[in-house]
């Protein structure tokens, strides 16, 4: 594109329609930067009867972010009087609920409406977008907000259907049923797991904890903060500030010793070993929480109170694999049956599905799908080429492992609306990314993935021809530098149908 940059402040002189699906932190921050900035015409489409996104859904019994929440959260909407370090789902929900209403964007959201298909239409450069309601929308620009964690993933097992006691994801908690004196099953030991399995452990008769793969922990008690502590980070200036900085330093740092496994990540992983066996007396379950991979790779769980469930009377950590599931409970490998009551999948979500099952349809009709055969990329996780005016939040390769989505977020909702405001100065119809940009920039990310310990064992951070689609390689700090600017250069812009190309590249 030869256009001239557009300074960010400049105002839109052709405001476009603007579709935003999810109503997460994303899609929330997005509908925020852009009415900030006079895009006024948005519609936030959201299946659930809430906003929220992953913190709506999952609600289960000790539900957090084990990100502090000085930084996730808002940078414009920084709360002085979180309860905890990392805090609770009830929390986080309220927090984004009173941030959307004082920004005015909670009434943007069209509850209980999932997408179903978004299609390019090149004659007039808008987006249709069909609900499963059969209800159909048009707009300028789509933004898919819908992340990563949101489709629940359950394994198939073989007899998983013959099992006569009751099961439930962990994303979608059954609160109506009742665990007390019950023997229930865990599958899984991941961050939702290990979140939850404390809780629950002192009520159920007998706890199965099925592990297929051990974790790397470092301790987080979690407990309220004094009345001391929070008195001072409400009424000190500068204190919650400083905090936020901390955090983010911090998190900072677990990305530097993931990007150096081999030194750095050594005297991690020491740390981690250290506190794991302070934590872990029993010798049997020690030997089986075990990890056997280079520390970072998986996400790295904060907990000082996961291992010592394990070690309860009425907790058992099994690390047989599951042969099959049985009216009565699961069989492992070993040919054990475990009598159940209860099962509970903490098996993650399908992360390298991103918006699908959504149908999306760009130009040509080409399908993302087949865009995405090889799996998920995308310029800056954000534009992907032959999908004009379609953008991505917290898209390929935008996951943190330690960091907060939450900077991530706002940088792509700044980013967008600079591409936006590229449409209105120039008076365009679409703006695309150029192929071979988005080509080099992918081959750059992916080549920063090697000698890091994301490339040391098999996780949802990769699709199954063994690609790392989830991640961002390096640092927030990174990130941030990379998107603050948005490039004109390495952008098209497409007339609008009345007139000839702006400046075809
Ligand atoms: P997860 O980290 O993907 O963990 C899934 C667990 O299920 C793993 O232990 C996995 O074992 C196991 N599993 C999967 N399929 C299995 C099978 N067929 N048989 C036996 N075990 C199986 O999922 P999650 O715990 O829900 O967390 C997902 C992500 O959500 C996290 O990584 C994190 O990004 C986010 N999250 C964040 C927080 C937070 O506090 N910020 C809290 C919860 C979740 P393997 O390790 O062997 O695959």
């Known amino acids: 594109m030869s256009a001239t940059a557009v300074h960010p402040r400049v105002s839109t002189k052709r405001t476009p329609e603007v579709i935003i699906v999810g109503a997460g932190f994303g899609g929330i921050a997005a509908a925020i930067e852009l009415r900030r900035h006079g895009i006024e015409r948005i519609r936030i489409l959201e299946q659930a009867p809430d906003l929220g996104g992953t913190w709506f859904f999952n609600t289960y019994p000790g539900a957090a972010c084990d990100v502090p929440s000085h930084l996730y959260s808002y940078s414009y909407a920084q709360r002085r009087n979180w309860t905890r370090l990392c805090s ?51 707009a300028d620009v789509l933004i898919l907000a819908t992340g990563q964690l949101h489709q629940p993933s359950r394994p198939s097992i073989e007899g998983a259907d013959s099992f006569a006691g009751h099961s439930f994801h962990s994303a979608e908690w059954d609160h109506g049923y009742e665990l007390g004196g019950k023997r229930v099953a865990v599958v899984g030991t991941g961050a939702s797991a290990v979140q939850f399995i404390p809780e629950i452990a002192p009520e159920v008769r007998r706890l199965t904890v099925l592990q297929r793969t051990g974790n790397w922990f470092l301790p987080r008690k979690n407990r309220r903060y004094p009345t001391i502590l929070r008195a001072a980070i409400e009424r000190v200036p500068g204190l919650q500030a400083l905090r936020r900085r901390f955090v983010f330093e911090y ?21 981690s070993a250290a506190f794991m066996r302070s934590q872990l007396k029993d010798p049997e379950v020690r030997a089986r929480a075990w990890p056997d991979y280079t520390f970072g790779c998986k996400r790295i769980l904060f907990s000082s109170h996961f291992l010592p469930a394990l070690q309860r009377e009425n ?24 009598d159940l009551d209860c099962i509970i999948w903490a098996t993650g979500f399908r992360t390298n599905d991103f918006m699908f099952p959504m149908e999306i349809t ?31 939040m917290y898209g390929p390769n935008t996951n943190t492992s330690g960091g907060s989505i939450i900077v991530y977020l706002e940088a792509q909702a700044s ?31 992916q080549a920063r993935f090697a000698g890091t310990a994301w490339t040391g064992c098999d996780s949802w951070y990769r699709n199954e021809q063994g690609r790392i689609v989830a991640n961002w390689p390096g640092y927030m700090r990174e990130y941030l530098e990379q998107t603050r600017a948005l490039n004109p250069d390495e952008y098209r812009l497409i007339a609008l149908p009345d007139r000839a190309a702006v400046a075809p590249v």
């Open 88 to 138: 609770m789902q009830a929390e986080i929900h309220s927090y984004l609920h009173e941030v959307a209403r004082t920004h005015g964007v909670d009434r943007l959201v069209q509850r209980n409406t999932t997408v179903s298909s978004c299609s390019w239409d090149e004659q007039s450069c808008r987006w249709t977008v069909l609900s499963a309601d059969g209800e159909t929308r048009e």
């Open 251 to 271: 998190t900072e740092s677990l990305t530097l010793t993931i990007r150096h496994p081999r030194t750095l990540g050594r005297v991690a992983r020491a740390r």
């Open 315 to 338: 907790v058992e950590l099994v690390t047989e694999a599951i042969a099959r599931i049985e009216p009565e409970g699961i069989v492992t490998a070993d040919g054990t049956l475990h």
């Open 362 to 392: 760009g130009v040509g009709e080409r399908s993302l799908r087949t865009a995405w055969a090889g799996g998920a990329h995308a310029h800056l996780g954000m534009t992907v080429p032959g999908f004009p005016n379609m953008f991505l």
């Open 415 to 445: 980013y967008i609306r600079q591409a936006l405001q590229q449409l209105g100065a120039h008076e365009a119809g679409a703006i695309e990314v150029l192929p071979e940009v988005e080509a080099a920039s992918d081959r750059a990310l």
